[in-house]
């Protein structure tokens, strides 16, 4: 079964990092980009970052760009999103999504994980 | 940063068509996936490259794209169909990125 597993959300103090971990499973890793995205409660869905199928290509939303980081390691299946500098609107259930080929921006999100939540409050 | 709108909200009878718009000048030449998330749930692929349909999503679900709206249709809506609904775009125009629509919430009344 194609599954995207996340983890490493939680409660964490403004300004300070986390770093979240999407694992797959269920297909070839290696050949697909991968993204984040991410919805603050009640809000609509807001597009993080994304990150070729070897890591090559990287992109980031203005928002988090100087801030949060995206990495993969195809060894292991699982793409990374560290965030730092966090803010209390960084507050949001945080998404991984494949895309169909090994691009950003080439195809749609065809697999979803469930989410991982990141709350930013003191 | 590029805006693609949609309508808040959608209400529609059982059985009869659902439409909802996506515009934004970022439209134009570009190819539009539309998802549907029902609370608490990732949300879901329903049409991708404007109008494709991934296997296992009903025939009742259509998409197109002309100028500078892109359309989802949803003909004899059922319950189950509830749920919000967004449209996506990747934006060239200036620091690439993708674009989420504002998303419509669809009510079966």
């Known amino acids: 079964e194609v599954q995207l597993l996340e983890s490493g959300g939680g409660l964490v103090q403004p300004g300070g990092s986390l770093r979240l971990s999407c694992a797959a499973s269920g297909f070839t890793f290696s050949t697909h980009a991968l993204n984040w995205v991410r919805q603050a409660p009640g809000k609509g869905l807001e597009w993080v970052s994304g990150?070729?199928?070897?890591?090559?290509?990287?992109f980031y939303a203005d928002s988090v760009k100087g801030r949060f980081s995206i990495s993969r390691d195809n060894s292991k299946n699982t793409v990374f999103l560290q965030l730092t500098s966090l803010r209390a609107e960084d507050t949001a259930m945080y998404f991984c999504?494949?895309?169909?080929?090994?691009?950003?921006?080439?195809?749609?999100?065809?697999?979803w994980g469930q989410g991982t939540p990141v709350t930013v409050s003191s | 940063s590029s805006v693609l709108t949609q309508p808040p909200s959608v209400s529609v009878a059982p059985g009869e068509t659902a439409t909802i718009t996506c515009g934004g000048d970022?439209?134009?030449?570009?190819?539009v996936h539309w998802y549907q998330q029902k609370p608490g749930q990732a949300p879901l692929l329903v049409i991708y490259y404007d109008s494709d349909r991934p296997s296992g999503i009903p025939e009742r679900f259509s998409g197109s794209n002309s100028g500078d709206t892109a359309t989802l249709t949803i003909s004899g809506v059922e319950g189950g169909d509830e749920a919000d609904y967004y449209c996506q775009v990747w934006d060239t125009s200036g620091d690439h990125s993708y674009v989420f629509g504002t998303g419509t919430k669809v009510t079966v009344l």
């Open positions: 990150i070729s199928n070897f890591g090559e290509t990287i």
């Open positions: 970022i439209i134009g030449i570009k190819t």
């Open positions: 999504a494949r895309e169909g080929d090994g691009h950003v921006g080439t195809d749609s999100f065809e697999i």
